[in-house]
């Protein structure tokens, strides 16, 4: 889980860089539209809440460990398939989303491989 929560802690990290780029854009006078606030601060939200889920699944929790193995699956393809709609958003905005789609993705391939599914079995 230690590599896992790593990738989650660059996501995360990613995230405020997005969200600090978009408040410096916007007191530096250059356009910053809604949806780019809602972006970014989105995806910084779902970083805490996976990281959060990531520190409690370390520790144990099954069911913590469900959601990230959910949330490293989903969120990947949620940043994607928004930042495809073609001019809604800036290519430097894409770009730096992605790089927390790649981020994100990288701790799914890890959370779910059969090494963390064997440490998290299903109680019968």
Same mark, same amino acid.
């Given at each position: 889980?230690? $590599? @896992?929560?790593?990738f989650? %802690?660059?996501?995360g990290?990613?995230?405020?860089?997005?969200l600090? $780029?978009?408040v +410096?854009?916007? +007191?530096? &006078?250059? #356009?910053? =539209?809604?949806?780019?606030?809602g972006?970014? &601060? &989105?995806?910084?939200?779902?970083?805490?809440? =996976?990281?959060?889920? =990531? %520190?409690?699944?370390?520790?144990?929790a /099954? !069911?913590?460990?469900?959601r @990230?193995?959910?949330m490293?699956?989903? @969120?990947p +393809? *949620?940043?994607?398939?928004?930042?495809?709609? #073609? &001019?809604?958003?800036?290519? !430097?905005?894409?770009?730096?989303?992605?790089?927390?789609a790649?981020?994100i993705g990288? *701790? *799914?391939?890890?959370?779910?491989?059969p /090494?963390? /599914?064997?440490?998290? #079995?299903?109680?019968r």
């Amino acid at each position: 889980m230690k $590599t @896992v929560k790593l990738f989650v %802690a660059v996501y995360g990290a990613l995230s405020v860089v997005v969200l600090a $780029t978009v408040v +410096i854009l916007a +007191i530096s &006078g250059h #356009p910053v =539209t809604s949806f780019m606030w809602g972006r970014s &601060g &989105g995806v910084l939200a779902s970083a805490a809440v =996976t990281y959060w889920f =990531t %520190a409690l699944a370390e520790r144990g929790a /099954r !069911w913590a460990y469900v959601r @990230v193995r959910i949330m490293s699956v989903v @969120v990947p +393809i *949620a940043i994607v398939a928004i930042d495809a709609i #073609p &001019g809604a958003l800036p290519r !430097w905005f894409v770009l730096m989303q992605v790089a927390c789609a790649v981020a994100i993705g990288a *701790a *799914a391939f890890l959370v779910n491989g059969p /090494r963390l /599914r064997a440490a998290f #079995p299903k109680s019968r």
